[in-house]
């Protein structure tokens, strides 16, 4: 071979090197936020413990920011509100093992977010975990809290303890939240069922972000033909983890029984042409303007396939200070411009 002549398996090595420096390049830059965020941690620790023993106040923290600006200058992070910051870091978290394995993976800019906005361990847990595990933004983290995500997660009406097997359930019921909040489309309360729809097409990736990670949009008046008669599905998407479709229909109106009916056949014929061997059962979720709780309890007793119902909201009444502070959908889809649809 000709020694200026490439491998036949060179552009595949090349990929496969890239690769790993990329993943060599990701994990430098984990270890070096998760050894600040711990240096962090352990000067918040310092600044408590020697304030419970010796009594310091505040003027001893002025100075030690004053300090290590100067010995360190170029390093940014030991302003007094940094350093209180810390402290309260410190207090919150007191396990350095937790911190080293989970709150140290986030930046630190998340992880002033968490525990200046909120108030619970429980929710300041939640919102670690969801912010790891879907690899959320900043941004992001901020607008979940802002619409109280914890608070959502998992309310939807479902029949899926019944309809799908314990561990598929679990997952399942957990994808869903209610109410979903549509206030990003700008539309007043009596827009139409199509109305909607248009604006959730066109801003389908804030929309992706408010159903959660691991849906996978696929379209719209999406066309299944039965014996000769037509129908269309409001939207249709494939979640990546629960290996599903899921069809979505949006009412403009109260939940009413036969709009279960209705989902129930869409997920019949989803199943039976577009369901592989090694999907698991399509899901349905009916958007509502607003439901009676017991009323969905008992439609979805009667159906075959697993249904979730949840209300959706389009103007939410916010304090101005709030709605002032919430980021555009501009700005929103300008961050999430490279948001991988499928995750």
Known sequence: MDNNTLPSDYTQWLAEIKQRVAQAR???????NTELVCLYWQIGREILERQAQQGWGSKVIDRLG???????????????????YMRAFAETWSDFEFVQ??????????????????KSADERLFYVQKALSEHWSRTTLEVQIKNNLHHRQGKAVTNFNQRLPDIYSTLAQETLKDP???????LGEDAQEREIEDALVRHVTRFLLELGSGFA???????LEVNGDEFFIDLLFYHTRLK?????ELKATAFKPEHAGQLNFYLAA????????DDNPTIGLLLCR?????VAEYALSGIDKPIGVAEYELVRHLPENLQSSLPTVGQLEAELGDFELGD
């Open 244 to 248: 599903s479709y899921v069809v979505v």
């Open 66 to 84: 004053r300090d290590l600006r100067e010995a360190f200058p170029d390093m940014k992070g030991f302003s007094r509100a940094n350093l209180m």
């Open 101 to 118: 394995q989970a709150v140290g993976q986030l930046p630190w800019g998340h992880n002033v977010l968490i525990i200046t906005r909120l």
């Open 270 to 277: 989803v199943d039976a042409q577009l369901k592989a061997d």
């Open 26 to 32: 990701h994990k430098a830059v984990l270890a070096v």
């Open 290 to 294: 607003t439901q009676n709780r017991l």
């Open 180 to 186: 979903y909040l549509f206030d990003f489309l700008g």
């Open 217 to 223: 949009y696929i379209g719209r008046q999406y066309r």
